[in-house]
């Protein structure tokens, strides 16, 4: 199958939209776990879900990592300034750290507080042995990472505008899914 030089690649926009279903649904989670009471059943399930779906982005990230070297980005049109496609390159490598950090911070402070890492039917398992008050720090960190990620989320959503709207090159363009047949779902 043949990839348009002006577009990703079909597997990379779905990862990258997978992407951020699972991060709206893990913000989700996890703001909403303070409105069902502590040891319900509900806000148990929140968490764990949390959990769950964290590890999924690590595993997807991972994927998505491969995928940027098994194919090429599409350059863009008009191509940016150098000073901005350093920019985009530094945004990408936080981006990328953060969905790597995020989860597997999560995945420490799991073990540290001595806690199962549920991962659908299976357990993962301990990256460090039980430790309350290294659990209690990395669960802190991760919360600060987690809030982070809404600034990195942001400013990636408002850069591809940006690109859009105000650069009008075909940054944005050239990671929309397409319709079955093939043209651009949005903005075209």
Not at 15 to 22: D, I, S
């Amino acid at each position: 199958m043949s990839v348009p030089a002006h577009r990703y690649h079909s597997l990379s926009i779905g990862a990258h939209w997978l992407t951020l279903a699972l991060l709206i649904a893990l913000y989700s989670l996890i703001e909403l776990r303070g409105l069902a009471p502590k040891g319900s059943d509900l806000r148990d399930a929140m968490k764990m879900w949390h959990g769950m779906l964290g590890l999924t982005v690590l595993c997807l990230t991972v994927i998505r990592l491969m995928l940027r070297l098994a194919f090429r980005a599409p350059p863009i049109t008009p191509p940016p300034s150098p000073r901005l496609h350093d920019l985009s390159r530094a945004a990408h490598a936080a981006l990328y750290l953060f969905l790597i950090a995020a989860p597997l911070l999560g995945w420490l402070t799991l073990s540290a507080q001595g806690k199962p890492v549920p991962f659908f039917g299976f357990e993962w398992p301990a990256l460090v042995a039980p430790d309350k008050a290294l659990g209690h720090n990395l669960e802190d960190i991760h919360g600060t990472l987690g809030t982070l990620g809404y600034f990195l989320i942001g400013l990636h959503a408002l850069a591809a505008l940006y690109h859009h709207y105000f650069m009008r090159d075909d940054t944005l363009l050239r990671m929309l899914p397409t319709r079955r047949n093939g043209r651009k779902s949005a903005g075209s």
